[in-house]
């Protein structure tokens, strides 16, 4: 396959979607322009932070069981084009709704090193998909 020069660097540098970079232990090692404007946080922010930076206090426990079981396991249930959505939570302290999918990343060895997760906010979407019941809902109680 030919990959068009400069395809990675286009993609990396997006602004459209995060792609947010960890090492094993959850420190953010990339942070994308696309992340800056979904969180609000510059990338001299949030590089050497942890993920906790962009997790709600009340999901983190939750969060770190996942990401230390697949650090360990070296095996996810979102790595495979599946979709998770979560709550997100930006610089100004507001919570989003992400969708991601995450890539393992491996060393030499093939040992898991990390994970890298291309983030979409699907806030409005969710918002409008939630109304778009509530209204569903009422309809239906009045027949």
Known sequence: ???????????????????????????ITFWNPGAERIFGFTAAEATGQSLDLIIPENLRARHWAGFRHTMETGTSRYGHGDLLSVPGLTKDGRRISVEFTIVLLRDEAQEVAGTVAVMRDVTKRFAEVRELKRRLAGTGSQS
Do not use: K, W
């Not at 396959?1 to 420190?27: C, K, Q, V, Y």
């Open 1 to 27: 396959m030919n990959i068009p020069s400069g395809l990675g660097e286009a993609l990396l540098h997006s602004a459209s979607d995060a792609i947010i970079a960890t090492d094993r232990d959850g420190r």
